[in-house]
């Protein structure tokens, strides 16, 4: 009797695997070589149908949003793109997914700068995060047992307050909105929140989606996060969720390992680690429009090293409309302005 059983249920489970194989499979195919494409471009789509099953309807998406198949690449994100195909073949509704990577169609424009004034800067500060709020310079510095937040007077190097973090915490970015100073922690999954006045601990937040914290800015209205890789994610200003996010291209490919950001005149900034050249990114595409080289800058570091003291810190005074750049334990601080070549 149990033997029965056991070859009815097997027979049971070979029937209803048979049945599940039976679902037509599909594949998406784009006119794209290798599935790359430049902005600007129209790609067509259409649909694998190795076993030549019935068709009901087709339904496309690219990054979660409807497109016909005739995929004009005008108005969309740079970067590595979820591409769909909805299908529906007699009572079936089968999924079937792609990628497609969208580059930009320009070459980055190339800028150097010009250096308006050379301040001290704590040789002892890791330098993770440098930001302006009302006129007043603020930093965030990493390393276990070393991270720091603090206001600095920019011109003296002369620290105003300071406040240790504990030390479990990397510290990374930071950014300061509507009085509130947002600070990054490196692997710990944790955002900190203080008050600008006191520095007082106003709460906590995590990483939704990204795994690390790297770097942070704002536009006056949402906060925007790097992760170490190409991606910037924006953060919703009320649950402070990674709620969209754009990756960094350039017409080549994509620019990872950014780190510290910084909102200027209506793009971000980026740093990119272990190197000595930044990104001008769109934030609305993710389009790498410009590289400002920074290597100049290393030869009057007298610590300077390629593999730790590397350029990080970039930070927008609006009152002198100037950059302020600076890197990890560097004795100055620099304020630049931003040159085409």
Known sequence: MFRFKYFIVTCLGLLLASCASEKP???????AKKSIAKLGETVKLSLNNPDGASINSIT???????????????????????????????NDTIVAESNLIVLSNKRPQLYTFEIINTYPHDPTSYTQGLEFY??????????????????????????LKNLDLNNGYFAEGLTILNDKIYQLTWKADTGIIYDVSTFEKLGIFRYNQSKEGWGL???????????????????????????????????????????????????????????????????????????VDFTPLTAQISNYSSNDNVLNGIAYNPETQTVFVTGKRWDKLFEVKIIKK
Do not use: H, M
């Open 60 to 90: 496309y998406s690219l990054d979660g949003k409807k497109v016909s198949e005739s995929l004009s690449l005008k108005d969309v994100k740079l970067g590595k793109q979820d591409l769909i195909a909805t299908v529906v073949s007699g």
């Open 217 to 291: 800015c704002n536009d006056g209205n949402s906060l925007y996060k790097s992760d170490g890789t190409e991606k910037i994610w924006t953060l919703n200003t009320t649950t402070l969720t990674e709620d969209n996010k754009i990756e960094a291209y350039t017409d080549k490919g994509k620019i990872g390992r950014l780190n510290e950001l910084e909102w200027i005149e209506g793009k971000i900034y980026a740093n990119i680690y272990e190197n000595t050249g930044v990104a001008i990114i769109n934030p609305n595409n993710g389009a790498t429009e410009g590289v």
């Open 134 to 159: 009302n006129g007043e310079l603020y930093e965030s510095t990493g390393q276990y047992g070393e991270s720091k937040l603090r206001k600095v007077d920019y011109k003296t190097g002369e620290v």
């Open 25 to 31: 499979q599909f594949s998406v195919k784009t006119s």
